[in-house]
């Protein structure tokens, strides 16, 4: 099976799909991605995404395609259902008519869905799908259930160090992962430390807890709901129902609520995230679409950061706050709630962070995992640079 999944509903998924096809995004333990190539065992995907996206991100043809909704998490019952689809037909949910995937031999493009022809298979069975990008944190819990079912299932954890304590049946260390000296409760939903992860001492976890490969808690961490630290991320402090999808640091003390963080990201020490209004109001959260704040129908909602943006040591987001691409938050007081990529400033003063300067910090930070911004990154970031422009209205 050939796999190309395609952006649905974009414009509504800014900051994050800025710099990602939507099927990148981290929900869970897995990518979306990620989900559907292991159920369907396939080694290789490709993306149907906007032209500035497509070196990262390329679209590759065979002689027969299926098209896959990025935004839609797999299950085992869409996965079977995405297997009996035959050329020509088309799955869709039976309640909101959404398409969920389609077969085709044809090599198509995002702007050339024609899919009248198409014969309907209706799926009426439960999923998961981002439609708004608070549901990254809503729905974290049920996704990490489900990618812990899937990666452990006939699999043996390594064994718990002695120096810790375990409560409940759902604790499941890959190899090579350094876990000494904490509490973990999986008693409210499962905990997964992935390939290399390190739990520091003092730590106290509460499920659901996904670490990716490389994750790291830092020493007395406070984790508790539902929550998913990326590869080569490192947490502190107190986090409850957030996702960092990788290379993202909070690595000190402050609290962080019912937040989504890209990738690149780093929260200074002691910076504070409020996640509930003083009146307990309906969170409205900025929306790029929209251009303009959008009701989620949530009181819980913390911070949306895109990638590469920053907060200095000290900094406090007041609730529902999106960051854009690049941004670099720090001084007294409360910022705006809408921050726009390639900001520079905080309360008191914003500026642009120049585009020159903005890639000699990305370069800085990525070099220390390690990582090259190559051509195709900084053009990336270039565009969107340009694009958003018109948000800086400083």
Request: glycine letters at 8%; aromatic letters at 12%.
């Amino acid at each position: 099976m050939n796999l190309i999944f395609f952006d649905h509903n974009r414009q509504n998924l800014l900051p994050f799909t800025y710099t990602r096809a939507i099927a990148e995004f981290r929900c869970g333990i897995l990518t979306l991605s990620e989900k559907w190539a292991k159920r369907l065992e396939q080694s290789t995907v490709s993306y149907l995404t906007e032209d500035y996206l497509s070196e990262k991100f390329p679209a590759n043809y065979e002689a027969l395609n299926y098209y896959i909704n990025g935004s839609v998490l797999a299950n085992n019952a869409l996965a079977e259902a995405a297997k009996s689809l035959k050329e020509g037909e088309l799955l869709v949910d039976e309640l909101t008519d959404k398409v969920l995937v389609f077969c085709s031999a044809e090599k198509l493009t995002i702007s050339e869905f024609n899919l009248t022809d198409f014969k309907k298979v209706t799926f009426s069975a439960p999923y998961l799908c981002i439609d708004n990008i608070w549901d990254i944190f809503a729905k974290n819990a049920k996704a990490i259930e489900e990618d812990f079912q899937l990666l452990t299932e006939g699999r043996k954890s390594q064994p718990l160090d002695e120096t810790c304590t375990h409560i409940g049946d759902q604790l499941f260390i890959e190899e090579g992962a350094k876990v000494q000296a904490a509490i973990f409760n999986s008693t409210s939903g499962p905990i997964y430390i992935g390939k290399n992860a390190e739990v520091m001492e003092g730590s106290v976890v509460r499920g659901a807890l996904a670490m990716c490969e490389g994750a790291v808690l830092k020493l007395s961490t406070k984790i508790y709901g539902p929550t998913t630290i990326g590869p080569f991320s490192k947490v502190g402090g107190e986090v409850n129902n957030s996702v960092l999808f990788g290379y993202s640091n909070k690595g000190h003390d402050g609290f962080l609520g019912n937040s989504v963080l890209g990738e690149w990201c780093n929260l200074g020490a002691d910076t504070n995230v409020s996640n509930l209004k003083n009146n307990y109001a309906e969170i409205k959260l900025w929306n790029f679409e929209k251009n303009g704040f959008k009701p989620t129908g949530l009181q819980f909602c913390g911070l949306m950061m895109g990638d590469h943006s920053k907060s200095g040591i000290n900094t406090m987001f007041n609730t529902a706050t999106v960051v854009g691409v690049s941004a670099n938050i720090y001084g007294g007081g409360f910022p705006r709630n809408f921050i726009p990529s390639f900001a520079w400033g905080g309360s008191e003063k914003w500026m642009v962070f120049r585009f020159e300067k903005a890639m000699e910090v990305a370069e800085k930070v990525m070099e220390r995992r390690s990582k090259k911004l190559d051509e195709v990154e900084k053009s990336i970031l270039k565009h969107v640079f340009d694009e958003t422009a018109t948000h800086r209205n400083f």
